[in-house]
């Protein structure tokens, strides 16, 4: 019986490990160690010491000064990248570039609880279900990178959130969602 346990135990670990290494979505930090423009891809070493390869998405959004546009990268950016993943492969679809006017924002993922239209309150939780909530007052929503109004988000939606930092306080500057 033990063996069979401990056998079960190994098999489902295996499955565990392969389902969350075989894709879904991340948020990677780190500095722009080097940039190849011909094969759309950056090398970036992230805040722990290891180089990681990330291709560029074809549609892919780089935020440099609070502007969202398709500037290049350069070597020393620190930057936040929200990814696409694979078991071998990263693709960035987001890149903030923390520098200047940026550099105390960052980038959190999450699904949608509630928007409430007359206060302009938004609510989404982040990825280990912790519940925030932002005014939507100065801030933005694109759908399929379409600039939208907030009252057309669906509930349990995943969201990609640009976020200001002041202090302990955070102020949503955007929110991005990607429909199918």
């Not at 502007?67 to 020393?76: M, N, T």
């Not at 930057?79 to 105390?104: I, P």
């Not at 939208?148 to 202090?167: D, N, Q, R, W």
Request: aromatic fraction near 8%; charge should be positive; proline fraction near 1%.
């Amino acid at each position: 019986m033990g063996r069979f346990l401990s056998y079960c135990g190994s098999t489902f670990l295996l499955v565990l490990s392969t389902s969350v290494c075989s894709g879904g979505e991340s948020i990677i930090a780190g500095k722009v160690k080097s940039v190849d423009l011909a094969k759309q891809e950056f090398v970036l070493t992230e805040t722990s010491g290891k180089d990681r390869t990330i291709k560029l998405d074809q549609n892919v959004v780089i935020n440099r000064g609070g502007r969202d546009s398709s500037a290049e990268l350069k070597v020393k950016d620190a930057v936040m990248a929200h990814c696409d993943t694979t078991a071998v492969t990263w693709t960035a679809t987001y890149v903030l570039v923390q520098d200047g006017e940026s550099a105390n924002w960052s980038l959190d993922r999450g699904n949608i609880v509630k928007y409430d239209s007359e206060s302009k309150q938004i609510s989404y939780a982040d990825e280990q279900g912790r519940p925030y909530q932002f005014s939507t007052t100065d801030a933005k929503l694109f759908i399929n990178r379409v600039e939208s109004k907030f009252e057309s988000v669906k509930t349990g939606e995943p969201v990609l959130a640009l976020l200001k930092k002041a202090g302990d306080r955070s102020t949503l500057k955007s929110m991005y969602v990607t429909r199918k």
